[in-house]
Structures are given as C-alpha cells and as structure tokens.
C-alpha cells in the first residue's frame, strides 16, 4: 500500500472511532467509576508526554537544561505555588541552566 493509502486508512479508522463515540450509551459515560477512569487517563497520558518532551531527544535519553527546568517547576508545584510562579520558576531554571 502507498503512503496515500495508509493515510486514507488512518483518516477512516480516526473517523469511525470518533463516531463510535457517539453510539455510547450516555448512562455509560455519566458513571463516577468511567469519570475516575477518564481522569486519571488523562493525567497519565499528560505525564507521559511531558516526561518524553523533558528527557528525550530522538531516541536518546538527555539530562540537559529541560530537565532542570521540569524539576524546579515540580518543585514549586510540590510546594504549591500559583501556576505562575511555577512556569517563571522552570523558565529561570532552563535560562539559568542553559547559561551554564
């Protein structure tokens, strides 16, 4: 199959799977045990993405001035500053490690 091919595969699989969706009973969807699920998926694949962005750069593993910054924004986030603060604090931290 070409490239156009998958392509095309993908957009109707992409498409059949959002309008499965809509055929969902809504008694399921309004459950409390589907929206701790849904929750925490979220949160996991948020983690997921922001970990893969913070130490990873092709298919290497670095420890550079991302990861500095994921760490002091963590920090603050540990200590419970506003979301503010946090995004200053992991920005001085990238300048500041890149500066060095």
Do not use: C
């Not at 392509?7 to 809504?26: C, E, H, N, R, W």
């Not at 922001?50 to 550079?64: K, P, W």
């Not at 503010?84 to 920005?91: E, F, N, R, S």
Request: proline fraction near 2%.
């Amino acid at each position: 199959m070409t490239l156009w091919g998958w392509i095309l595969l993908a957009s109707v699989v992409a498409y059949a799977t959002k309008l499965a969706g809509y055929l969902v009973p809504s008694r399921w969807l309004e459950n409390d045990h589907m929206t701790r699920i849904a929750g925490t998926l979220t949160i996991g694949l948020l983690a997921s993405l922001t970990a893969v962005n913070a130490f990873g750069t092709g298919q290497t593993l670095v420890f550079d001035a991302r990861s500095a910054s994921l760490l002091a924004a963590g920090l603050a986030l540990w200590l419970r500053a506003p979301f503010l603060i946090v995004v200053i604090v992991g920005a001085a931290a990238a300048a500041l490690a890149r500066a060095l």
